[in-house]
């Protein structure tokens, strides 16, 4: 069950996204295939190597420096992996995918299909100028007790948004 509603989610807010590129003529890049299917392709590992695999995967996106972090969360094996794509409006879109596993199976569909297209959603948007801002989180422990509260105006929304100024 928890397998489809992260598929639902997922699904969703790649709909809403192509809805808002559709409304707004945003402006993306195609990323070759075999580019999705090798992220895709790295799921081997615990939580915390699969997130610090969604980390090395936004860097090799160009995600960097104040636009990369990490942010802890209380009880779980790893944080989760924010990457900020600045725009110009106060506005943010937020896109997240879970990069845990159930300790049944490889957890590939659920959810490191999501996880894993993070960074190629930044690297497809990062091409030209956009309006709003988009932050990317990679979120820990979702199969143990979500981690999303964390990012809550009540959590922070200066932990959660390093180096962005509204
Ligand atoms: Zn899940």
Redesign the pocket.
């Known amino acids: 069950m928890?397998?489809k509603?992260?598929f639902s989610l997922a699904l969703g807010l790649l709909l809403a996204v192509a809805a808002a590129a559709r409304a707004q003529s945003v402006r993306y890049v195609e990323l070759p295939r075999d580019v999705i299917e090798e992220r895709l392709r790295q799921y081997a590992g615990p939580d915390p190597a699969r997130g610090a695999n969604v980390k090395k995967l936004f860097r090799e996106a160009g995600c960097s420096g104040e636009h990369l972090a990490e942010q802890p969360v209380a009880r779980a094996s790893a944080p989760n992996v924010l990457c900020i794509l600045p725009g110009v409006s106060r506005r943010v879109i937020l896109v997240g995918a879970?990069f845990d596993?159930?300790p049944e199976g490889e957890?590939v569909a659920?959810?490191w299909s999501g996880a894993s297209l993070l960074p190629s959603l930044y690297q497809s948007l990062n091409s030209a100028p956009r309006r709003h801002t988009f932050v990317f989180v990679g979120f820990t422990d979702?199969?143990t007790g979500f981690s999303a509260p964390a990012l809550t105006p009540t959590g922070s929304q200066r932990m959660i948004l390093p180096g962005f100024r509204p």
């Open positions: 928890a397998s509603i992260c879970h596993h159930a957890g659920d959810n979702e199969e």
